[in-house]
């Protein structure tokens, strides 16, 4: 085991799947274990009981299932959905509507309050809804991947608490779990979803939802049939509950590597002699505070509005204005690192994203941030340099105004901007 | 790569996950590739069109998606059963139980021919079935992993062709595909439905199925919403076809890491310049045969009473009256042989299974099938003389026949059989 070491590789800097450790990988080729003999059945129990540490409830229920993050909401929708049943969506961006998407698939009545882009939904709005309709379900995108967009997880969860006690409240944290802090007990959080590529450190593949003990009773007490199979917890509870004590279960063949990989990063997670999962979140949000001040620093807006509302695990940053996606992000990849494009329909050529999740910022020794940093400026200012050579060129073309009149005559105002402090 | 060499372990020879190549191990802990670049493209579009040629179809559209087999049943009745609609069901055990459960779940009507413990559905049952009755779907097992019977694919699909022409025919491959040979497009089956982790050679956590232009357009008909999200192939479908077409798409995060084994287990399985798909049947039927020659040398009794319908990529095996799963699995599994117990809920103590499938029978200088058969062989000796020394003690102790009358008397008559051959 010692002796693996991974494939060398292009700087994975994307919000998902991210740098992973050499054991995490090392796991995911381990040769397949029986997945009810007595060498695996320990490793799915721990995978749960630490799930629920980062997660920080005591009674939640995790269920660990082949599948995307996606499953996840099939899960919320499957279970706690009844046709015609209301469910307020607080909507940051593209994740924010697929959830929507979702939720009326199932045939769920989706009201949503829609954020401006960039913006998070605010305690009133939200307190106005809750005032105006009772819901079932409160759904929000905790770190929307589309705007890096933080929503305030604690404020939703004790708002509701106080207005709509009976509403079960979901936490999209596909984005966020491991990268932001989450008291799901505390905050009043019922359901949380998530996948393992990301804050988790896990190769992608594994669907991670973790249910409130009042979530698993209304499913339970539910009149229509749950809508589906695969995503009823009512036939992965038993199986979730006899892994966590030691036993044998079987309902569908669970991805016994993956889950060994996942159990050893959560090991890393929560079980590190030096890093506790408090300095994780924090290394998250200095990681990210380092990324936005670059990003200022060469003059560039972010994505996010406000920075209370900003997440700790990527970070999305406007390009200049005449600078497109295809511009930049291909120049971060010859030296080495993979950033990633908007993916906001309205927005997705104007911005850019950089994942700073995992191993990437709890151990920075690796120099993984300064890497893309010095890569973002390099390859601002290489993008710069060859637009105005390019807009120099087309000057000195000189065509008459009357047979090409869109030529632009100077360089756009940011490119000059972002220029003069690179 | 070259280097990498598995863990030592203990040979897997359960019906799945199986043995696996060090190849598909290795591409399994690559540092995830971005799901969306230019790299993992063209890999994702070659495991689809390989997966085509596994089960020889020109036409059929395969869905790579992250999830267990069983995700293969709810991608069936989501997208291709409306609630109150028809679905006949050939059942030869667990699994066609729990296929029954979750076609239910969607709202299918369910009508069963169950086949007795051991046997499948003969063809004039299923013909009376036929006449008596129009179905939406028409579904089966390929191999039930249970019992280790084989259906006759090509006669189910051929008989539904002559009498419900407008049937669907859906094929279980979970235990199937890549050990036995399925002929897609010219037996008539318009799904198949399987799982990485068993014939297909990669870890488990990939569901893969297969849908005939037929299945996708009765689904792009259908009146009913898809009855699920994750599980839609409406939104799979572009997904899917961006990839085979070497462009980026985006619905949910492809398993990379288990995609790219994948891949790399299907150019073993499909490329081989040695072995052809043909030989890999060949090969499993050959292994099949020598596991069943054995176990019969021994006295022992198959599962499947015909061996005409047994499959080739598992075997299930009655154990000699008197002995349990307990007295010989754990014997096999101290000689480094992990084999399993019975799963049907009549007899699970009653039989136990071995898997034949992937490298361990198209590798056969890797001495696999030789080291079951040996392990066999030795813990079934050490079990009959474990019982005989158990019984002969309770014999010498002699107890009041009033006391305790239940003790018996000799050796149960099917021990003495098996004894005497080993």
């Known amino acids: 085991m010692s002796t693996f070491t991974q494939e060398p590789h292009k700087l994975l800097l994307i919000p998902g799947p991210i740098e992973l450790s050499d054991e995490v990988l090392y796991a995911n080729a381990t040769p397949p274990m029986p997945h009810t003999g007595a060498d695996f059945i320990p ?23 082949a599948g995307s993050g996606t499953l996840g909401w099939d899960q919320v929708a499957a279970n706690l959905i009844e ?17 929507a998407d979702c939720l009326r698939a199932y045939g769920a009545n989706v009201d949503e309050i ?4 960039g913006k998070s ?18 759904c929000f995108t905790h770190v929307d991947t589309s705007t890096a967009v933080l929503s305030d997880a604690k404020m939703i969860g004790e708002t509701c608490k106080r207005l709509a006690p009976e509403s079960l409240v979901i936490l999209d944290g ?16 019922d359901v949380v979803l998530s996948a393992s590529q990301k804050g988790l450190g896990a190769p992608p593949g594994l669907c991670v939802v973790i249910a409130s003990q009042k979530a698993i ?6 009149k229509a049939p749950i809508a589906g199979f695969y995503s009823s917890w009512k036939r992965w509870l038993p199986i979730m509950q006899a892994y966590e004590a030691g036993k044998p279960a079987y309902f569908a063949t669970p991805p016994v590597n993956l889950i060994r990989a996942y159990q050893v990063s959560l090991t890393q997670i929560t079980k590190s002699p030096t890093i506790s999962l408090q300095d994780r979140f924090e290394l998250h949000r200095k990681a990210a505070l380092r990324v936005r001040h670059a990003a200022t620093e060469l003059g560039l807006k972010l994505v996010p509005v406000d920075p209370h509302y900003t997440a700790n695990g990527m970070t999305a940053i406007y390009l200049p204005e005449g600078l497109g996606v295809a511009d930049v992000v291909p120049r ?10 908007g993916i906001h329909k309205v927005n997705k050529d104007k911005y850019f994203r950089i994942g700073h999740m995992g191993v990437s910022v709890v151990h920075p020794e690796r120099g993984d941030i300064a890497k893309a940093i010095a890569g973002m400026q390099e390859a601002l200012q290489e993008a710069l340099a060859s637009k ?35």
């Open 388 to 422: 105005k050579a390019t807009l120099a060129a087309k000057e000195s073309y000189k065509p008459s105004p009357v047979r090409n009149p869109a030529v632009p005559r100077a360089y756009p105002r940011s490119i000059a901007v972002v220029s003069a402090r690179l």
């Open 114 to 117: 829609r954020a401006d882009f």
């Open 43 to 65: 490793i799915f129990g721990d995978a749960i009981r630490m799930t629920r540490e980062v997660v920080q409830t005591q009674t939640g229920q995790p269920f660990l299932i």
């Open 174 to 189: 596909v984005c966020s779990v491991a990268s932001e802090e989450i008291k799901m007990d505390e905050w009043n959080i």
């Open 121 to 138: 939904v605010t305690q009133p709005e939200l307190e106005a809804a809750l005032k105006a309709k009772k819901y079932k379900l409160v």
């Open 217 to 222: 009773k209304v499913n339970e007490v539910r």
């Open 83 to 99: 046709p015609g049943e209301d469910a307020l969506l607080l909507n940051c961006g593209y994740f924010g509507d697929s959830f």
């Open 332 to 341: 971060m990849a010859q030296r080495g690192i993979i950033v990633t494009g």
